[in-house]
C-alpha cells in the first residue's frame, strides 16, 4: 500500500486528493497545523465521509523541524505540497506570513524530503496567479511569469525552487501550475464560492444584495475534483516535469454571476452591487490556459463543464442554508 503524505489536507484540493488516493488503495496521512477550532477543522473531509479514513499529524510548513519529524515518521513515497495562504486578495494584508508560509514553507518541504527521504516523490502546488500581468493570450508552460501579488510572487518562488531541486540534487519534484479550480468545497472568500452562497442567500430570504469588487475580470475555472485528478498523474510518471492544468474556457465575474443567478431563477443584474472595498491593488485581469502538455503526457482531460460545478455549488449551498434554517 503506498502511502501520500499531503499538506493541505483541510483545504478544498487536499479533501478531493485524499478521496482520490484513497480510492487507489492508498495510506493517506495529513499534516494539521494547530487550531483552538479542532471540532471543525476537518470539515471537508468529513463532507466526503473521509475523516475517519485519513491519518492526522501535527506540524506546520514554517517549521522545518516538525516537518523532518513527520516525514521520518510517515515515511511516504509521495509527497503533496498543498498547504499555503492561498487567498490572492489576503496576501497585500500578509504579506510576509504569505511568504513564510507559501513560497518559504514549500522550500521547508523540499527540504525535509531532500534530508530524510529525497527518493519521495513531491507534488508542489503552483499557481495559474503566477502568470500574472499576462505576456500571452494563451498560458503554458513556457510562457514568461509576470507574478502581480505578494502571493504569487511568493509561488514563484516556490515554483523555481521546486525545479531547481529537481535539477540539483536529482529529485522527483514535480509542479503542476493549476488554472482556478472550485467546487461546493471551495473557501467562502473566492468569488466562485462567494456567488453561489450568494445565490443560495438570497433564493431563501435571507440578503437582498451580493457585493462583488471587479467584475470584468476573466478566470479559466475548472472542478477541483478534475485538477487533483492531474496531480496524481504527475507523480505516476517516470520522470518529474511541470504541467499547466486548465480547462481552456475563461470567464468574466460577470458572466460567471449569470450563469449561477440563472440555476435559481434569478436574474443577477437585479442582485449583484459592486463595492471598491473588493478590489486588489493590483488585478490579474484575464487568464487562459493551454493543457496541451498534460493532455498528451498525462492523458488528462477536465470532465465537468463550468455550467454544471456552477449547478451543482448553487445546489450544496441551497442545501446548507436550508439545513440552518431548520436546525
Ligand atoms: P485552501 O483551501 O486555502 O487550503 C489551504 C490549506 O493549507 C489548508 O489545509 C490550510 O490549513 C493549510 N495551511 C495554511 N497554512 C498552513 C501552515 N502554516 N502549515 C500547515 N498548513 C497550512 O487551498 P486550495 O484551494 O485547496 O489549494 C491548494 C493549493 O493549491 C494551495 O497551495 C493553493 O495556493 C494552490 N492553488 C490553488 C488553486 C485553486 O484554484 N484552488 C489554483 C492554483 C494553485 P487550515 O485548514 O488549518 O487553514
Ligand atoms: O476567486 P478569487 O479570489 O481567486 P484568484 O485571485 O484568481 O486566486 C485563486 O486562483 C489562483 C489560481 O489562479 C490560486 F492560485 C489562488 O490560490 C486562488 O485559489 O478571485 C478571482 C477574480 C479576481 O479577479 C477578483 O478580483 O474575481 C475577482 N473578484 C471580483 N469580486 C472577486 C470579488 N474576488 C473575490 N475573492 N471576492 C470578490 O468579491
Not at 475580470?217 to 475534483?225: F, I
Amino acid at each position: 500500500m503506498p502511502t501520500a503524505l499531503i499538506t493541505g489536507i483541510t483545504g478544498q484540493d487536499g479533501a478531493y486528493l485524499s478521496q482520490l488516493l484513497l480510492k487507489k488503495g492508498y495510506r493517506v496521512v495529513g499534516l494539521l497545523r494547530r487550531s483552538a477550532s479542532a471540532d471543525v477543522i476537518g470539515e471537508r473531509l468529513r463532507w466526503l465521509g473521509i475523516l475517519d479514513d485519513v491519518e492526522l499529524v501535527d506540524g506546520n510548513l514554517t517549521d522545518l523541524s516538525s516537518l523532518i519529524r513527520v516525514v521520518e515518521t510517515v515515511n511516504p513515497d509521495e509527497i503533496y505540497n498543498l498547504a499555503a495562504q492561498s487567498f490572492v486578495a489576503a496576501s497585500w494584508q500578509q504579506p510576509l506570513l504569505t511568504g513564510n508560509v507559501t513560497g518559504i514553507g514549500a522550500v521547508n518541504v523540499l527540504e525535509a524530503a531532500r534530508i530524510v527521504q529525497s527518493n519521495a516523490r513531491f507534488y508542489q502546488a503552483s499557481s495559474s496567479e503566477m502568470y500574472g500581468l499576462i505576456q500571452e493570450p494563451v498560458q503554458n508552460e513556457k510562457t514568461p511569469f509576470y507574478p502581480r501579488s505578494p502571493y504569487a510572487v511568493a509561488k514563484l518562488y516556490a515554483h523555481w525552487m521546486t525545479v531547481n531541486y529537481r535539477e540539483s540534487f536529482g529529485m522527483h519534484a514535480s509542479s503542476g501550475i493549476l488554472f482556478n479550480h472550485e467546487s461546493p468545497l471551495r473557501g467562502i472568500e473566492f468569488v466562485t464560492r462567494k456567488v453561489t452562497d450568494g445565490v443560495a442567500r438570497i433564493k431563501l430570504g435571507l440578503a437582498n444584495e451580493l457585493a462583488l469588487g471587479n467584475l470584468d475580470a476573466t478566470r479559466d475555472w475548472g472542478h477541483a475534483r478534475d485538477y487533483v485528478r492531474a496531480m496524481y498523474l504527475m507523480l505516476q510518471q517516470e520522470k518529474p516535469d511541470d504541467y499547466v492544468v486548465a480547462t481552456g474556457r475563461t470567464t468574466s465575474i460577470r458572466d460567471l454571476c449569470r450563469i449561477a443567478f440563472s440555476v435559481a431563477g434569478l436574474n443577477y443584474e437585479d442582485y449583484v452591487v459592486t463595492n471598491p472595498a473588493f478590489l486588489r491593488p493590483a488585478e490579474v485581469e484575464v487568464l487562459l490556459g493551454d493543457a496541451t502538455k498534460a493532455k498528451t503526457i498525462l492523458g488528462w482531460e477536465p470532465e465537468t463543464t463550468l455550467e454544471g460545478m456552477i449547478a451543482e455549488m448553487v445546489e450544496a449551498d441551497l442545501a446548507r442554508h436550508s439545513r440552518y434554517q431548520n436546525s
